[in-house]
C-alpha cells in the first residue's frame, strides 16, 4: 500500500485534478463500477440480479451493512421501517410555508434538514441501535416527505403511511390515494419502482454521494449530510438529468420530432445544448442500469397500454446519436437518466418528482457511504488544497485613492 502521508511530507507536491477526473478520494468495498466494461455490482452482486430477485428493501439492507440480510434480519429491519414512517405533526405545518409551485427537491433537502431538529443526539456508529433506528427513520421519512410535498404541490389531503403495505406499495399509496378512491395497488406497478430505486441506490463517488462524504466528514450528522447530498443530486448535470430528458423529448416533439436537428444541435459547442441523458464521467459503455431500466420501460408501458409518443421520440434519438461518430468517438451512450422519466410518467409521476424519485431511490447509498467512512477510525476530515493564481501581497488602498 502506498503510504500518502509520507509521499506528501517527502515531496511537498500537490496534485491538481480538477473535478477529480482522475483522483480517488477514498477507498470503499461498497459498490464495483467497470465503466469499459459497463459493469456495475454492490457488495460484488451484480445489479441485473438485485434488480431481478431483490426488493430495494432488502438492497438497502445490503448496501449499508454490507451482506445480504437473513430472514430475521430483513424482518426486523422491515419492521423498523414501518415503525418510523411517520413525521412529527409538526413539520407538517412546515408545507404551509412553501409556494404550490416550489421544486420538490427544495422541499426534500430543507425537510431532510430539518429531521436533525427532531432527532439532535449525536450519532454514536458503535451504538448499533441507535444508528439502525436513525438509518431507518432517514429511509422511511424522506418516503413520506416526498409523497406529502407532491400532495401539497397539488393540493390534496395527505395521505398517511399504511403499516401493512411494503415500502413501494406504501409509497405508491400515499403518492395517488385520494380519500373518495384509495389507490389500486398493481404488483407490476410495485415491481419496476423496485427495480428503479435499485438501480439507483449507489454508485460510488458521484457528486452527490462525494458531497455527502465530504460534509460527513466533518462529522456533521447524518440528516445534515444527505440533506448535502439531496442539493448536490438537484443540478442538471448529475440526477436533475432525469427532469431535464423528458423537457428535451418534449421540446423534440413539439418541434415537429425531427431528432437529428436536436443531435447536430448537441455537436455545436457554441449552442450550449447538450443531449440530457447522455453520457457519463466513468461509463465509456453503455451504462448497464439504463440497459435495464429501458427494458423495463418496453414492459410496462405495454402492460399498462401506453403508447408514450416520447418513448418512440427518446428511441430515435438513441440510435441517430449511437451512429454518429461525434458521440461514437466521446463514447457517449445513454446513461441512468435516459429512460427513466419515461416509467415514471407511466406511473402517473409529474416531472418535478423525477429527481425526488433518484434522491429516494440513492439514499442507502448516500447512508452507506456516511456509516462506511464514520467507521473508520482512521477517517479524517475532508480538505482538498488548491493552486493559488492570484495577487502577490498587495497593499490595502484607502477608498478615496482608488480608481
Ligand atoms: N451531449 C453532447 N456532448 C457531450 C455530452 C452530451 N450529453 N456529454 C459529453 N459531451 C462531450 C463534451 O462536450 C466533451 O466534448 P469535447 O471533448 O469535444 O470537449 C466530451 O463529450 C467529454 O465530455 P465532458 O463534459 O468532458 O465529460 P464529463 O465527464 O465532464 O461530464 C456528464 C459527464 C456531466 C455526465 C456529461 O456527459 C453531460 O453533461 N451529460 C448530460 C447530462 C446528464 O445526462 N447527466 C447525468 C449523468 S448520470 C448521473 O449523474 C446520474
Redesign the pocket.
Known amino acids: 500500500a502506498i503510504d500518502v502521508a509520507s509521499l506528501r511530507s517527502k515531496t511537498g507536491y500537490v496534485c491538481i485534478d480538477p473535478?477529480f477526473v482522475n483522483t480517488a478520494s477514498t477507498t470503499s468495498s461498497i459498490t464495483f463500477l467497470d465503466g469499459e466494461k459497463g459493469i456495475l455490482r454492490y457488495r460484488g452482486i451484480p445489479i441485473e440480479q438485485l434488480g431481478e430477485k431483490s426488493t430495494f428493501v432488502e438492497t438497502s439492507y445490503l448496501l449499508i451493512y454490507g451482506k445480504l440480510p437473513s430472514k430475521s434480519e430483513l424482518s426486523r429491519f422491515s419492521t423498523l421501517l414501518t415503525r418510523h414512517s411517520l413525521i412529527h405533526e409538526d413539520m407538517k405545518r412546515f408545507f404551509d410555508g412553501y409556494p404550490s409551485t416550489a421544486h420538490p427537491m427544495a422541499i426534500l433537502s430543507a425537510m431532510v434538514l430539518s429531521l436533525s431538529s427532531y432527532y439532535p443526539e449525536a450519532i454514536d456508529v458503535k451504538n448499533t441501535e441507535h444508528l439502525d433506528i436513525t438509518i431507518a427513520r432517514l429511509l422511511s421519512k424522506v418516503r413520506t416527505i416526498a409523497a406529502f410535498s407532491y400532495k401539497k404541490s397539488i393540493g390534496q389531503p395527505f395521505v398517511y403511511p399504511h403499516n401493512s403495505l411494503s415500502y413501494c406499495a406504501n409509497f405508491l399509496n400515499m403518492m395517488f390515494s385520494v380519500p373518495a378512491e384509495p389507490y389500486e395497488i398493481d404488483e407490476d406497478i410495485v415491481k419496476v419502482l423496485n427495480l428503479l430505486l435499485i438501480l439507483h441506490a449507489d454508485?460510488e463517488q458521484?457528486?452527490s454521494t462525494s458531497t455527502v462524504r465530504l460534509v460527513g466528514s466533518s462529522k456533521a450528522n447524518l440528516f445534515a449530510s444527505v440533506a448535502a447530498g439531496i442539493c448536490a443530486l438537484w443540478g442538471?448535470?448529475?440526477?436533475g438529468?432525469n427532469q431535464e430528458v423528458v423537457t428535451m423529448l418534449e421540446a423534440i416533439r413539439s418541434d415537429g420530432g425531427d431528432v437529428s436537428k436536436f443531435v447536430k444541435l448537441?455537436?455545436d459547442?457554441t449552442s450550449n445544448f447538450?443531449?440530457?441523458?447522455?453520457?457519463?464521467?466513468v461509463y465509456k459503455n453503455y451504462d448497464p442500469r439504463a440497459v435495464l431500466i429501458k427494458a423495463a420501460a418496453d414492459k410496462i408501458l405495454a402492460k399498462l397500454g401506453i403508447k408514450d409518443p416520447l418513448l418512440d421520440i427518446a428511441q430515435r434519438l438513441e440510435e441517430t446519436a449511437l451512429k454518429d461518430p461525434y458521440f461514437v468517438e466521446?463514447k457517449?451512450y445513454p446513461?441512468?437518466?435516459f429512460y427513466s422519466g419515461i416509467i415514471y410518467r407511466a406511473l402517473g409521476f409529474p416531472t418535478n418528482m423525477f429527481t425526488v424519485m433518484f434522491a429516494l431511490g440513492r439514499l442507502p447509498g448516500w447512508i452507506a457511504h456516511w456509516k462506511e467512512m464514520n467507521d473508520d477510525p482512521t477517517g479524517k476530515i475532508g480538505r482538498p488544497r488548491q493552486i493559488y493564481t492570484g495577487e502577490n501581497a498587495v497593499d490595502y488602498t484607502p477608498l478615496d485613492e482608488r480608481e
Open positions: 473535478a454508485h458521484n457528486c442538471p448535470l448529475h440526477g438529468a448537441a455537436k459547442k447538450r443531449l440530457m441523458g447522455f453520457g457519463h464521467r466521446r457517449l446513461n441512468v437518466d
